[in-house]
């Protein structure tokens, strides 16, 4: 089973559930005998919601609220790159549920050590102080929202909070906002392993050592 793909396919209806099997096609470019089976690979690991018959089957990742799948606080003498791993980890209970495994992965960037999420509002929050004078939407032309589907890679408040809904999508604290000549933005901490890959990329391209 290609564990990618997978990953791919639970982030896609994690992000839009209720999809078609011709939509969920088009977002993720998987198709035929493998979709159909990583169909059933998921739904008999109890991660895939199918509702509809036929052509009219609708999909979605099972989503659940049970006390013990609630990220716990980071402890406030860890500093605050723990206090943001804590959100971090609602991204990595989808790619655990459905690879098996969590990537766990830390990043060495600028002496410290972050996980995904708090090692791209590092660097963006890095290249917003080196260049003070730089605007939102010139942040945005080094950090496009492609490099993250759907959510990109930071917004606006206003806009963050409306992509986040109820649920903690973006650092949001005080402390984690980062301010521009132009008005402040929010990064995204939605990452897995694989969804950094591009943001890494333009980092590196950018000049930023990250190991």
């Not at 995904?116 to 496009?144: C, D, H, M, S």
Request: contains cysteine; hydrophobic residues 30%; proline residues 3%.
């Amino acid at each position: 089973m290609d564990v990618k793909k997978q990953t791919k396919l639970v982030e896609f209806l994690t992000e839009t559930p209720g999809s078609d099997r011709k939509a969920i096609e088009k977002g993720t470019k998987i198709k035929g005998a493998l979709l159909t089976n990583l169909f059933k690979r998921l739904e008999e690991n109890g991660i895939l919601s199918v509702a509809g018959e036929g052509a009219e089957k609708k999909y979605s990742i099972k989503t659940k609220q049970k006390k013990e799948e609630k990220v716990e606080a980071a402890p406030a003498d860890k500093g605050e790159n723990n206090q943001e791993a804590a959100t971090t980890e609602k991204a990595e209970k989808v790619e655990k549920k459905a690879t098996g495994t969590r990537d766990n992965r830390k990043f060495k960037f600028d002496g410290q050590e972050y996980g995904k999420g708090p090692l791209v509002r590092a660097v963006v929050e890095n290249y917003a102080k080196k260049n003070p004078k730089t605007t939102i939407a010139q942040l945005k032309k080094v950090f496009p929202d492609e490099l993250l589907h759907r959510y990109g890679i930071f917004q606006e408040i206003k806009d963050a909070k409306k992509l986040s809904g109820n649920r903690d999508r973006y650092f949001m604290k005080p402390e984690q906002i980062i301010k521009v000549k132009d008005g402040a933005v929010a990064v995204c901490n939605q990452f897995t392993a694989e969804n950094i890959q591009p943001f890494l990329k333009v980092a590196k391209e950018q000049g930023f050592t990250i190991k």
